[in-house]
Structure formats: structure tokens, C-alpha cells
């Protein structure tokens, strides 16, 4: 068996990436999305929306560095064109979204999206004993699970 530099089987760090690169792309179209929803929302709660937005994209450029350096990590090449990104991605762009209820529902679906496929990469990884990816995976799917109660209490509705 031949391991990377972090001791894991090339392969197998190899099949992570790749899926890791998925998720990057997932994350990509969402960071765009909300950073829409930010700029484009309207109405009586635009005040608290678009702090929120902006709250919610932070975010997610963090994680879209952390994903692209975990890639690298595993010795493998991070996407790094939106193109890929959009070919790769299971999200789908949003558009012209101007009302806040939708662009939280959005969210919401995009990390129900996001949730299932992280437990499935977190499998993964702990099946390799990649440690790394895991508490990395463990850290998302802990902060979206929160975040959809909240966002689903704000529409009115249980998570």
C-alpha cells in the first residue's frame, strides 16, 4: 500500500478528494447565492437579513479555504474554476431573489443537501482513519445543524 504525506492510502486520500471536491463545488454556489440574497434582499426585515447574509457567507469562505486546503492536505488539486463548480454542483444558482423568506428557504434546502453529503464524506473518511477530514466534517455538519433550527424558527416553522 502506498501512503501520501499525512500516511493515508493514496487511493483511498485520492476518492476523498474527489468528494471533497463535490462538496467545494456546493459550497462555491452557495457562498455566490448568498452573497445575492445579501445584496438583493428587500423588505421589512432587510436589517436583519442582510446582516444575517452577510453573517452566513463569512462563513462559508471559510470553509471554501478549509475544503480547498484539506484537498491539498490529501495531496490532491482543489477545483478552482467556476465552471467546474457549476458542473460539479448539485445546488443551482439563485438568481434575482429579493424576498427574504425565499432566500432562507434556500439556504435551508442547501444545507439539507450539504448535511447528506458531508455524512457521507465523513463515513468515508473515518473508513480511511482520516481524522483530519473527519473533525473537519464534524465541526459543518454540528454548525448547519444549529443553523437550520434557527433559520427554520425564523420562517416559523420546526426544524
Known amino acids: 500500500m502506498s501512503t501520501n504525506l499525512i500516511g493515508l492510502d493514496k487511493q483511498g486520500a485520492g476518492a476523498l478528494a474527489e468528494q471533497l471536491n463535490g462538496l467545494l463545488a456546493n459550497y462555491q454556489v452557495l457562498y455566490m447565492n448568498v452573497r445575492g440574497f445579501h445584496w438583493n434582499v428587500?423588505?421589512?426585515?432587510?436589517?436583519?437579513?442582510?446582516?444575517?447574509?452577510?453573517?452566513?457567507?463569512?462563513?462559508?469562505?471559510?470553509?471554501?479555504?478549509?475544503l480547498a486546503?484539506?484537498?491539498?492536505?490529501?495531496?490532491q488539486q482543489p477545483l478552482h474554476g467556476f465552471s467546474?463548480?457549476?458542473?460539479r454542483a448539485q445546488l443551482d444558482e439563485a438568481k434575482n431573489v429579493h424576498d427574504g423568506h425565499v432566500a432562507v428557504e434556500n439556504?435551508?434546502?442547501?444545507?439539507?443537501?450539504?448535511?447528506g453529503q458531508q455524512r457521507k464524506i465523513l463515513a468515508a473518511a473515518a473508513e480511511l482513519g482520516d481524522e483530519g477530514t473527519v473533525s473537519l466534517l464534524s465541526d459543518y455538519i454540528s454548525q448547519q445543524e444549529k443553523e437550520s433550527w434557527m433559520l427554520?424558527?425564523?420562517q416559523g416553522r420546526r426544524a
Open 84 to 87: 467546474d463548480y457549476l458542473s
Open 42 to 66: 428587500q423588505g421589512a426585515n432587510f436589517f436583519e437579513l442582510h446582516a444575517k447574509f452577510e453573517e452566513i457567507y463569512d462563513q462559508l469562505l471559510i470553509k471554501v479555504d478549509e
Open 152 to 154: 427554520a424558527a425564523y
Open 107 to 115: 439556504i435551508l434546502g442547501a444545507y439539507q443537501l450539504l448535511l
Open 69 to 75: 486546503e484539506r484537498i491539498l492536505t490529501l495531496g
